[in-house]
């Protein structure tokens, strides 16, 4: 059974730094596609980055230069470090993970989700 278990995230201030987490089980993650979204209220479900097993990266252009995903294989669990953060960054992120994908950005392409983790930045 897979199981992709978040923590962190929280409340923080503009400017300031969160890291959520994504521990994986029944997958080995440096063998998948792991990636990062975000849905804020109203809005669609968005990719923010991928690692690929080969560790390439994939950002969206919003959090580029200022979030890193990134993943460390004897926890199997996989991070994203946000800092310089906005309002605008306010979602619920999702970890998810993918062991073959055409498009890393794509959700629909991803087989195993997380449960969400609310990241609420105030100005």
């Known amino acids: 059974q897979v199981q992709l278990v978040q923590s962190g995230g929280g409340l923080m201030q503009a400017g300031g730094s969160l890291r959520v987490h994504c521990a994986a089980s029944g997958i080995t993650v440096s063998t998948y596609t792991m990636a990062w979204f975000r849905q804020a209220p109203g809005k669609e479900r968005e990719f923010v980055a991928a690692?690929?097993?080969?560790?390439?990266?994939d950002y969206a252009d919003s959090v580029k230069g200022r979030f890193t995903i990134f993943r460390d294989s004897a926890k199997n669990t996989v991070y994203l470090q946000m800092n310089s953060l906005k309002p605008e960054d306010t979602a619920v992120y999702y970890c998810?993970?993918?062991?073959?994908?055409?498009?890393?950005?794509?959700?629909?392409?991803?087989?195993?989700w997380g449960q969400g983790t609310q990241v609420t930045v105030f100005s």
């Open positions: 998810a993970g993918a062991y073959s994908l055409v498009e890393a950005t794509m959700a629909h392409g991803y087989n195993y």
């Open positions: 690692i690929r097993r080969n560790f390439t990266t």
